[in-house]
């Protein structure tokens, strides 16, 4: 019987992965690099605002490390979905706007395929790409000129990942993922008197894979406190991938437009990523966890128009830091009242930008997030959870546009014991 469920849950997850929705931004900051980079997080870490590579818990989905995939409990399957909901407000000049939007963002499962090996696949965000402004007018022999700015698309990654023990307190794992997903951009000039007008287009689009290894260890302190740290590893290589760049002359005296078309190969590429965190576990009450990550796209080079044609630049892109932690607390995981069991979690964040914006750095990150873990119980059922968190990110950089994001995360982490044996007496 479970094994009909297991393929009902690949066949959902294949479907999601065909209509998959993007996590979403109307930032114009994802019009830079690959775009918004996504939230790869499940329910229980972002209540922690994002953290997980030292955490290990048996009834929750953590692809952040998939070492962590060897402590599944052995007797269930764990199936977790979400979507969010936010709004955003853009500040410069003391201008102020706002944008809302909700999406589906990630399906991920996990459960124990042999003893001391567990097994996820799921589908996830990488990256975001969606903006559309306009410049401010500016003055010029043609009249008043503006800039129009659009983008859309963005990466998304189906990934399977398999990690198990190798020695006691020690597990290894591996995410392998198929990343897939188009990204367009386009410049669109306007001018009230301009006899001419000339429109730049970018497109690309890529299927490549992805791969991270992770590790972790746990040690004992005590009969009631635990330690455990893990480290993971993002294995960088070239993208293989094309990208296009179509510049559109309108004369409107003679009403033709003139099209050049210019094509970069192997135009991008990820990064080398290292992480590296710790969880305190205390009487199954208490859990704190922070992390460290270093992406390194300051490796990387990207393709701009530059000298009168598209070409790969260095330059524009710079490595990664970011730092978070967080704590989960529950008042009594042995009592008897619904209040007992219910999860309260909070966590803060710190990261700088991955790229360049006209030479200065992009807009650095603080975050921080509060959430509950609410037990769903009914007569069949008593270890599925709803996770609902809230989070604000400000993204900042001096000069530019200041965002302020306030993100609504709801999901639903459905914990059944597929696996156990029952008997008839």
Known sequence: M????????????????????????????????????GDYSQSMSRGMNGVGYGLRQGNQVNTLNPASYAGVDSLTMLFDMGLSGQTTNFKEGGVSRNASMAAFEYVAASFRAWKNVGVSFGVLPFTNVGYDYQTKSRSSETGTVSETYTGSGGLHQVFLGVGGRVVKGLSVGVNAAYLWGSIDRSVTPSASTASNSLTKKYSTNITNYKLDFGVQWEQSLSKRDQLTIGAVVGVGHNLKNTASMSIMKYNSASSKTDTTTFSVGDAMALPMSYGVGVAYKHDGRLTLAADY??????????????????????????????????????PNPMGRKYMDFVHYRVGVGYATPYYNINGQDGPKELSASIG?????????????????????????????????????NVGITFNERWFMKWKID
Request: charged share 15%.
């Open 372 to 408: 509950v873990a609410l037990p769903i119980i009914n007569s069949y059922n008593n270890r599925s959870v709803l996770n609902i968190s809230g989070q604000w990110v400000r993204s900042k950089a001096d000069g530019f546009i200041t965002e302020n994001t306030f993100r609504i």
């Open 293 to 330: 990550s270093l992406e390194q796209w300051g490796k990387v080079d990207i393709p701009g128009y530059q000298g009168g044609t598209y070409q790969k630049l260095s330059g524009q892109m710079k490595d990664r830091h970011r730092v978070v932690a967080g704590l989960d607390w529950t």
């Open 2 to 37: 479970y094994y009909k469920r297991m393929i009902g849950c690949l066949l959902m997850a294949a479907t999601i992965s065909g209509a998959f929705a993007q996590g979403g931004t109307k930032s114009p900051y994802s019009q830079f690099g690959l775009g918004a980079l």
